[in-house]
């Protein structure tokens, strides 16, 4: 006879206690704070390039992603294709993208290639010309690219999010349009090159197979002629968001709406940060949270929907994503707010809360296993002004967050008050059933 699969799991092994790895710093002449970290695991090594990169102004969006796109596109000795093969020989690449805060460089290459990678990297920073012929078929090929994300709900809706919860702060519009990337010129993208791709307050992260010693020397003898001083501007922080009725974005035609709330959050070296990750997982963060169970298990309204937990230097919130069946737009939106309302009044209960702390801490482990993901967490710390001791001791902070501290975290940030809603759907379908829910604002 068959025996019957087994109807409990066992229980998870400790975490292992994560071997840290040892860091190396140096600030060169010129401003550019150098971090090297030496991850023998395979004979590569990863760079990340941080350059502190907000701007405000009608032209500074565009622009910038417009150099983003063309930042490798030759120098006064190199074009484009120059340029990969020569990083073709050293097994290598470069990328850049940006966003409302920063410039991003990431690069990797044989571990023997590093002087080669970083030689490359310099002569882009110091010699970038924008050829323009390149920038002409580049900012045609963005121009389609916007086009095309302009005609996805996930991007309407996620413009619409952004307008209702920032209002006037420059987070609200993080994409440009089209026609606006159309119009820049090879000019303008070499005079915001020479004003804002600077070494001042930026950050070069060395991860891989090679002394960290090494790293440096080579990271100040490619860089050094590499100048300017922080020209990125402060932002303010994020303010609160005006609570309102539902935004309800029309798009005729469709099958699916779009469902998307917005809520603030705290950064992460706020002390109720640890307590908040954990109730935000229980909620909506993984595939075993509550709202999963509820919209996709037992209703079945949507494939996977979502809550994640963002960082801006200017602020952080909580996002909640939902992609419904049109006849099902009411329903499910009662739903999710349902669940926003019930983490802090059927409170998280034990189980909930070690299955969501497994998860944290395994992912957090598992976010910096490979050389990549090492340096992009240091990356991304550096941004939010921590560190690697940080990132530990945070690992340390999410087993010691205690029931009550989780459940008073659920209660105070996870709210339906507090949300900012954005439905992108039919509005000559969804309108009046979503008006039963409570006040609906077209827009």
């Given at each position: 006879?068959?025996?019957?699969?087994?109807?409990?799991?066992?229980?998870?092994?400790?975490?292992?206690?994560?071997?840290?790895?040892?860091?190396?710093?140096?600030?060169?002449?010129?401003?550019?704070?150098?971090?090297?970290?030496?991850?023998?695991?395979?004979?590569?090594?990863?760079?990340?390039?941080?350059?502190?990169?907000?701007?405000?102004?009608?032209?500074?969006?565009?622009?910038?992603?417009m150099l983003s796109e063309t930042l490798l596109s030759g120098t006064s000795t190199m074009s484009s294709v120059d340029i990969a093969a020569e990083l073709q020989t050293v097994g290598g690449g470069l990328s850049v993208s940006t966003?409302?805060?920063?410039?991003?460089?990431?690069?990797?290459?044989?571990?023997?290639?590093?002087?080669?990678?970083?030689?490359?990297?310099?002569?882009?920073?110091?010699?970038?010309?924008?050829?323009?012929?390149?920038?002409?078929?580049?900012?045609?090929?963005?121009?389609?690219?916007?086009?095309?994300?302009?005609?996805?709900?996930?991007?309407?809706?996620?413009?619409?999010?952004?307008?209702?919860?920032?209002?006037?702060?420059?987070?609200?519009?993080?994409?440009?349009?089209?026609?606006?990337?159309?119009?820049?010129?090879?000019?303008?993208?070499r005079k915001l090159h020479d004003t804002r791709v600077v070494p001042e307050a930026g950050t070069l992260v060395i991860v891989g197979d090679t002394a960290p010693g090494r790293a440096l020397d080579a990271a100040q003898k490619a860089?050094?002629?590499?100048?300017?001083?922080?020209?990125?501007?402060?932002?303010?922080?994020?303010?609160?968001?005006?609570?309102?009725?539902?935004?309800?974005?029309?798009?005729?035609?469709?099958?699916?709406?779009?469902?998307?709330?917005?809520?603030?959050?705290?950064?992460?070296?706020?002390?109720?940060?640890?307590?908040?990750?954990?109730?935000?997982?229980?909620?909506?963060?993984?595939?075993?949270?509550?709202?999963?169970?509820?919209?996709?298990?037992?209703?079945?309204?949507?494939?996977?929907?979502?809550?994640?937990?963002?960082?801006?230097?200017?602020?952080?919130?909580?996002?909640?994503?939902?992609?419904?069946?049109?006849?099902?737009?009411?329903?499910?939106?009662?739903?999710?707010?349902?669940?926003?309302?019930?983490?802090?009044?059927?409170?998280?209960?034990?189980?909930?809360?070690?299955?969501?702390?497994?998860?944290?801490?395994?992912?957090?482990?598992?976010?910096?296993?490979?050389?990549?993901?090492?340096?992009?967490?240091?990356?991304?710390?550096?941004?939010?002004?921590?560190?690697?001791?940080?990132?530990?001791?945070?690992?340390?902070?999410?087993?010691?967050?205690?029931?009550?501290?989780?459940?008073?975290a659920a209660l105070k940030y996870l709210r339906p008050s507090a949300a900012v809603t954005v439905v992108v759907g039919e509005a000559s379908t969804v309108a009046e059933p979503l008006a039963a829910l409570g006040a609906v604002e077209?827009?």
């Amino acid at each position: 006879m068959t025996q019957p699969y087994p109807t409990t799991l066992p229980d998870l092994e400790e975490p292992r206690k994560p071997k840290r790895p040892s860091v190396s710093e140096r600030i060169l002449d010129n401003g550019l704070r150098v971090i090297a970290v030496r991850r023998p695991s395979v004979p590569l090594v990863e760079i990340r390039l941080r350059v502190p990169f907000a701007g405000t102004g009608k032209t500074y969006l565009p622009r910038s992603f417009m150099l983003s796109e063309t930042l490798l596109s030759g120098t006064s000795t190199m074009s484009s294709v120059d340029i990969a093969a020569e990083l073709q020989t050293v097994g290598g690449g470069l990328s850049v993208s940006t966003d409302p805060d920063r410039l991003m460089v990431g690069g990797n290459s044989l571990a023997s290639g590093l002087s080669k990678l970083l030689e490359l990297l310099g002569g882009v920073l110091t010699d970038a010309t924008y050829p323009a012929k390149e920038v002409s078929a580049e900012r045609d090929r963005l121009g389609d690219r916007l086009e095309m994300a302009n005609s996805q709900p996930s991007q309407v809706a996620r413009k619409a999010l952004q307008r209702r919860y920032f209002g006037d702060h420059p987070y609200a519009i993080q994409v440009p349009e089209p026609d606006e990337v159309r119009s820049i010129g090879s000019a303008a993208l070499r005079k915001l090159h020479d004003t804002r791709v600077v070494p001042e307050a930026g950050t070069l992260v060395i991860v891989g197979d090679t002394a960290p010693g090494r790293a440096l020397d080579a990271a100040q003898k490619a860089l050094s002629d590499w100048t300017g001083t922080a020209n990125a501007a402060a932002l303010k922080p994020v303010p609160a968001p005006e609570m309102g009725p539902v935004f309800l974005v029309d798009r005729p035609g469709s099958v699916q709406s779009s469902l998307r709330l917005a809520l603030p959050a705290v950064g992460r070296s706020h002390p109720d940060y640890p307590a908040l990750q954990l109730a935000n997982l229980v909620f909506g963060g993984y595939f075993s949270s509550r709202l999963v169970e509820n919209i996709r298990e037992d209703k079945g309204y949507t494939y996977s929907p979502h809550a994640v937990l963002s960082h801006s230097v200017a602020g952080s919130m909580i996002s909640v994503d939902a992609d419904v069946a049109t006849e099902v737009t009411a329903p499910a939106l009662l739903e999710v707010n349902y669940e926003l309302g019930r983490i802090g009044a059927v409170p998280i209960t034990a189980a909930e809360l070690e299955q969501a702390r497994q998860y944290a801490v395994g992912t957090q482990a598992l976010s910096v296993a490979s050389q990549s993901g090492l340096a992009g967490t240091i990356s991304a710390l550096v941004g939010a002004g921590l560190d690697l001791e940080w990132f530990y001791q945070h690992a340390v902070n999410l087993q010691a967050t205690t029931l009550d501290e989780v459940r008073a975290a659920a209660l105070k940030y996870l709210r339906p008050s507090a949300a900012v809603t954005v439905v992108v759907g039919e509005a000559s379908t969804v309108a009046e059933p979503l008006a039963a829910l409570g006040a609906v604002e077209r827009g």
